[in-house]
């Protein structure tokens, strides 16, 4: 985490049928937009949501057969935030041709917990999500693996987030946080390796290779 426009750092992959995805949560929205690059090579933002009141952003970013080995990992937001820090989760395993279902978004200004479902979700599949409120420390919903948490103690707004994981029983996978307010959230289901070819209505398609719908 640091103060600025960018922060980086190192990150290894390694194995088979690898996917990369990092997430990036920053303060002080504005209108910015967020780019990742790892091994010099963009990543593919699945998703970017602030809070009602546009004072903070969370963003989750897809590479799918990253390079292996340590290399870095650089997120630039633009312009100068007063905090910004990444997550970064490799995994084995992942379906390369569509490795994600449904990005699913919420927010709100009214407090509350960070809180979205993932409503496809099938057994077997891995959802990912991140989050970041405002003027509260948030803790990881249980069942959910965290894979860092933060607190603005740089700049010394209040400003909390994180990113967690949890393996999906079947559909409809609750990701949340304990504690909140102007919060922003998104979640999806990674898809195994060897799983079938994911599935859609008139609401969903491939773009870019990757599956999308109406959030």
């Known amino acids: 985490a640091t103060t600025g426009t960018n922060v980086s750092g190192s990150h290894t992959c390694t194995g088979s049928d690898r996917a990369l995805y990092v997430g990036v949560n920053f303060g002080q929205a504005g209108t910015t937009t967020v780019t990742v690059t790892y091994n010099g090579v963009s990543m593919t933002p699945l998703y970017q949501v602030a809070d009602d009141l546009n004072l903070n952003v969370t963003a989750i970013f897809e590479l799918i057969a990253p390079a292996t080995g340590s290399n870095t990992v650089d997120v630039n937001v633009g312009y100068s935030s007063d905090l910004i820090t990444y997550y970064a989760i490799s995994l084995t395993g992942v379906h390369q041709t569509v490795a994600h279902r449904t990005v ?3 927010n709100s200004a009214l407090g509350g917990s960070p809180n ?13 999500d991140c989050a970041i409120t405002l003027n509260s420390t948030i803790a990881v919903g249980a069942g959910q693996d965290s894979t860092g ?3 603005d103690a740089i700049a010394g707004s209040g400003t909390s987030g994180g990113m967690s994981t949890e393996s999906a029983s079947g559909a409809s ?13 998104g979640a999806f289901a990674v898809i195994p ?9 008139p ?6 290779n990757r599956l999308v ?3």
């Open 203 to 208: 609401l969903y398609g491939l773009q870019n």
């Open 116 to 128: 979205v479902t993932v409503v496809d979700s099938q057994s077997g599949d891995l959802v990912i």
């Open 104 to 106: 699913y978004t919420n």
């Open 193 to 201: 390796a060897g799983a079938g070819a994911a599935t859609w209505g």
């Open 213 to 215: 719908g109406a959030h």
């Open 173 to 185: 996978t609750v990701m949340s946080w304990t504690g909140g307010l102007f919060w922003a959230t």
């Open 149 to 151: 948490t933060e607190d």
